[in-house]
């Protein structure tokens, strides 16, 4: 990027929606810290509150305004799902390191209640579980085998299955076969999330500075120097939390290469209170399609929101909101004649192996990422377990602090191989494969 921070906010449904941003309060001065945070999202906030609770000074640096990336402008879905399923983890590892794992999606769902009590935020949370969609009916059979081995094995009966007639009551369309609801997560507004978090934070004596990208990190004789415009921070170690986003300036590049930057597009139509459009998703869940380039859809207050994959490039892409929209009129034609007032995108970051990362580059830098579209609940659960990282422990974050994370193969195309793959997916799901 040639551009460095802070950059422009992205107009969105949450901006519009969330209490008044916080005033700026960039880094002035040179100050000492133990631990620096680059990134001022929901992984660097948890990894600072867990840091704070055991007495450890942090200063967290946002290179933009907060809420600035992708915790601002997700979809707002609190999931415990990974993008490498459970099964496949007892496959390839064992049963234990498959239960553990998915013990931990529970215990990141159930914590976003948990943060929302303590900081007394009303980020319109509603803990109403998740329903997946199958658009044929072999992908109907892939769900009901999941959801089998999930009671069966795991022995979790939040899960089930529901008939083709119960999916059009559900959701108000009859595009689906059947689907796989869990009543674990739920839906959040995003950026009240994060505001509500920064606020009460800051109440707390944590130090929170935005619009101070950190443009280079020098090493000293007891640990790092981090430069921003404003100032310097001193500290014997450092955290990169900057997810898909560490392309924003040079001082991040040691994990810019580690995942790849995907950007995923949504839509929000007008108020659809006294319109035939009212009683669709009446259950208030999040609703995600089986096809592979992934659609979402959900409610938040009564507008629907409709997402997916599918952008490309650095910038909102027109065509991807325009397929949004046709897609999301042929699914719900009571939408028919509605207007879409807000258009946004932001970059997702997946991995080689679908799931997300904590670790150590070297004997000062520590980082926590690629959260593969699920971050939500999980990035704000992290905290703890990259903070024991940083102070010099071990993480029990099961396979995302066991396994490496390798750099990304032919990083350089890596938009033109992004291309490929998606038009590739788009195509087999077009031929309904």
């Not at 553990?100 to 929302?116: K, Q, S």
């Not at 994990?255 to 009683?279: H, K, N």
Request: with cysteine; aromatic share 6%; proline share 6%.
């Amino acid at each position: 990027m040639t551009t460095l921070p802070p950059l422009p906010d992205i107009q969105s449904l949450w901006q519009d929606t969330a209490p008044p941003a916080p005033t700026p309060q960039p880094l002035a001065g040179d100050m000492q810290t133990d631990i620096a945070i680059i990134g001022g999202g929901y992984t660097g906030l948890s990894t600072a509150r867990a840091l704070a609770a055991r007495g450890v000074d942090a200063v967290v640096l946002e290179a933009n305004r907060l809420g600035w990336g992708a915790s601002g402008r997700n979809g707002g879905v609190v999931s415990g799902k990974f993008r490498l399923g459970f099964a496949e983890m007892a496959r390839r590892w064992d049963i234990d390191t498959a239960r553990r794992m998915h013990d931990i999606g529970v215990e990141a769902t159930e914590n976003i209640g948990t943060l929302l009590n303590a900081y007394g935020i009303d980020a319109d949370y509603r803990a109403s579980g998740s329903l997946r969609c199958a658009h044929r009916a072999q992908a109907l059979e892939s769900l009901r085998a999941e959801c089998d081995w999930l009671r069966g094995t795991l022995g979790d009966d939040a899960v089930s299955i529901l008939s083709p007639e119960e999916m059009a009551a559900e959701t108000g369309s009859h595009d689906f076969c059947g689907g796989m609801l869990n009543r674990h997560g739920g839906i959040v507004h995003p950026l009240k999330l994060h505001r509500g978090l920064v606020a009460g934070m800051r109440r707390d004596g944590i130090r929170i500075f935005d619009t101070s990208p950190v443009t280079a990190i020098e090493r000293t004789d007891s640990g790092v120097r981090l430069h921003t415009p404003g100032g310097t921070v001193n500290a014997r170690q450092v955290v990169m939390a900057t997810d898909a986003y560490a392309s924003l300036t040079p001082a991040t590049r040691p994990v810019e290469r580690r995942v790849v930057p995907f950007r995923s597009a949504m839509i929000a139509t007008q108020p659809l209170t006294g319109t035939a459009g009212e009683a669709l998703l009446a259950q208030g869940r999040s609703y995600t399609e089986t096809r592979r380039m992934m659609r979402w859809f959900r409610k938040s207050g009564d507008r629907l929101l409709y997402g997916g994959r599918g952008a490309f490039g650095k910038d909102d892409s027109p065509a991807a909101f325009a397929a949004l929209e046709r897609a999301m009129f042929r699914q719900f034609p009571q939408l028919q004649g509605l207007a879409v007032t807000h258009r946004w995108s932001g970059l997702v970051a997946m991995t080689m192996d679908s799931l997300p990362h904590l670790g150590r580059l070297d004997d000062r830098m520590v980082y926590a990422m690629g959260y593969n579209g699920t971050g939500v609940a999980l990035s704000n659960w992290i905290g703890p377990h990259v903070a024991e990282l940083a102070l010099g422990g071990t993480s029990q974050a099961a396979l995302m602090g066991q396994l490496p994370l390798p750099q990304v193969p032919f990083y350089p195309i890596r938009e033109v191989g992004v291309r490929l793959v998606a038009g590739w997916y788009q195509f087999l799901d077009a031929i309904g494969k």
